[in-house]
């Protein structure tokens, strides 16, 4: 029947102030009871405006009607069809800006939340599959992919599919990379990105860890070794500093540091080798995601007070409006208008607190957002002995710098086209080493884009 509510079924949560001293996963999923009621507001439109908002074109009213219907496998295998990762997007996607936003339940009251539903489906999946994907026939042809990140495994496996040979080489010592080293366990946990890494091997992937590409072996000594074409999928995981005085000091991190040993070496399990300093006051800066997960990464660790330090308004911050609510639910306070413009230390060099100057907005600048400037005499010092430095990442220049006849931006982005090719024949790229830091559906998006073009390269070389 029909649900006309105009609010989505909440999600179940753990309680804010027991979340924020542990790891566990925040969200709890719905019940099957939630998902069919919650699909059943999906009016099922003719003319799919949610689909356009996808960026993958996930069939959503014919998996919800699937849901409907308590048919949670087909609803999967409807899925399935475009993303590669669904219990992953369903969870980290910023589905208010993509599909949800198109939802026409959303012109008055909430949208359907696609985004919960795919989390269930995949969820359901997940819990009742039986065994793993069988291998596909082999087509005797090779391929690589650098990066086991979501762009990387999204093209590892459909080529896989095709029956390529496909060997993924990775620099760190496990497969997933933001997925397992920055999206922190209580977002999106490792066991969930291991099922699917499982899969993936399950086609015949081979994935090599603790291999850098450009250290280890090069882009051309792979293709010596017989890969016919090669994908970069190696990310933006270059952390940017402000260049402030004191960013040297005991106690500074960038986010990317402080997020790899918290997630990946699990800094927070007490027999950790590789412990973070414990601190009481942490000043995170930024405010865009990884800025959030930093900071209830920061309490979760025991700190008492956890600033997020920001030049603009929280209007203006990067951030999905959930991760900031769950932030300011989990008591990290915002110290918006606000800029850093040295960091203080102490006889030992280690951060005794973080100067800042007070902000107000002015004229829209160059990104439409409003221009902060300073307000005069406004400086002040917070004291901290943390400083967690989010304020973006770039591509890591040691691919770009080993690979002959690879064109990249100034910034370093790694130039291709709208299928991958980039300026050097037979390697393609895609995922956040084209674009910067975007989403995980974009990646997974590029991944795919490219594993066609791939295909299509290979192909028309042995015709
Ligand atoms: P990555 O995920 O960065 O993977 C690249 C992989 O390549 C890494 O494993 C890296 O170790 C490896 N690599 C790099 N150089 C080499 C080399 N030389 N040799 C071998 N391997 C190499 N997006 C969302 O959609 N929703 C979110 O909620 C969200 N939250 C985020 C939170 C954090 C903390 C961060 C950092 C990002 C977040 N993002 C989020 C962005 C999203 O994770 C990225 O856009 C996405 O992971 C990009 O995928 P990718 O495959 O291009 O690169
Ligand atoms: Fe929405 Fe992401 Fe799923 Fe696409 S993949 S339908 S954007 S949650
Ligand atoms: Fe359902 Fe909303 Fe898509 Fe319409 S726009 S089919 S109501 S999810």
């Known amino acids: 029947m029909a649900n006309m509510s105009l609010l989505k079924n909440p999600m179940p949560v753990q309680e804010p102030l027991v979340r924020n001293g542990n790891f566990k996963e925040v969200a709890l999923g719905y019940t099957e009871d939630q998902a069919i009621d919650e699909a059943n507001r999906c009016l099922g439109c ?23 219907e308590g048919d949670f496998e087909s609803a999967y295998q409807i899925i399935s069809k475009s993303s590669a990762l669904p219990a992953v997007c369903g969870r980290v996607c910023p589905q208010e800006t993509q599909c949800e936003s198109r939802c026409v339940r959303g012109i008055k009251g909430e949208p359907v939340a696609i985004g919960r539903l795919e989390r269930f489906v995949a969820d359901w999946h997940m819990a009742h599959a039986e065994g793993a994907p069988e291998m596909p026939e082999q087509n005797g042809h090779k391929a690589a992919v650098i990066g086991a990140g979501p762009s990387g495994l999204t093209c590892a496996g459909d080529l896989a599919r095709m029956g390529y040979k496909v060997t993924v080489f990775e620099a760190l010592h496990l497969a997933g990379g933001v997925l397992v080293y920055g999206i922190p366990e209580f977002r999106l946990p490792k066991a969930i990105v291991q099922k699917e890494i499982e899969n993936l091997k399950a086609l015949g992937v081979e994935i090599n860890t603790n291999i850098v590409i450009g250290k280890t072996i ?23 500093f402000m260049n402030i005085p004191g960013e040297n000091l005991k106690g500074v991190y960038s986010a990317n540091e402080y997020l790899t040993r918290t997630n990946l ?25 990884v800025a959030m997960d930093a900071a209830r990464c920061a309490k979760r660790l025991g700190a008492e007070n956890v600033y997020i330090v920001y030049r603009r308004g929280k209007e ?82 040691l691919i770009r710098n080993t690979t002959e006849g690879l064109d990249t931006q100034k910034w ?28 995980v559906i974009l990646a997974m998006g590029a991944g795919k884009t490219a594993a066609k073009a791939m295909d299509e390269y290979i192909r028309s070389k042995n015709a």
Do not use: W
């Not at 994908?231 to 270059?238: H, K, P």
């Not at 300026?423 to 989403?439: C, K, L, N």
């Open 46 to 68: 003719k003319n799919r405006p949610c689909v356009g908002g996808c960026p993958v074109a996930v069939d959503i009213p014919d998996f919800i009607a699937k849901v409907k």
């Open 265 to 289: 070496m699990k800094a927070y399990l007490p027999d950790s080798d590789t412990p973070i300093m414990s601190a009481k006051n942490v000043a995170v800066v930024g405010g865009g995601n």
């Open 218 to 240: 090069t882009v051309d000594e792979l293709f010596a070794k017989g890969y016919e074409a090669i994908f970069i999928g190696s990310g933006a995981g270059l952390p940017r």
């Open 316 to 397: 203006e911050m990067p951030a999905r409006n959930e991760e900031i609510e769950h932030a300011e639910e989990e008591e990290i306070i915002f110290k918006t208008l606000n800029n850093p413009v040295e960091i203080l230390g102490d006889e030992h060099k280690c951060v005794k607190g973080i100067k800042c100057v007070e902000m107000e907005l002015g004229e829209p600048d160059e990104s439409g957002r409003r221009r902060p400037v300073v307000k005069d005499g406004s400086e002040f010092v917070l004291d901290v002995d943390c400083v967690i430095m989010s304020i973006g990442t770039s591509p890591n220049p």
């Open 412 to 439: 370093g982005g790694i130039i291709a086209d709208e299928n991958g090719q980039t300026s050097r024949e037979g390697v393609f790229a895609g995922g956040d080493a084209v674009t910067g830091a975007a989403t």
